[in-house]
């Protein structure tokens, strides 16, 4: 993971701050899940076309379906 510096303005970071105390976990959190919701589908696509990419390069990366869906269901929360 990644560090990443974003500026929001003053009312929109009070709000996140107040919704993410009311839900228990951090505006970090409350950000990622954002980002992640909005570009779900276009995230998902680029990320198979990276793991497609490598697996073209070097086949010996190949990896099941299910393993697949197993590594990428634990970027998204269990109530996704």
Do not use: C, W
């Amino acid at each position: 993971m990644r560090k990443t510096m974003i500026y929001l303005p003053d009312e929109l970071h009070e709000a996140l701050r107040e919704l993410a105390v009311r839900h228990k976990t951090s505006l970090t959190e409350l950000v990622r899940q954002a980002v992640e919701q909005t570009y779900e589908e276009e995230l998902d696509g680029f990320l198979m076309e990276r793991e497609l990419d490598e697996y073209l390069r070097d086949p010996s990366t190949a990896i099941s379906l299910e393993e697949y869906r197993k590594r990428h269901a634990l970027r998204r929360p269990a109530n996704a």
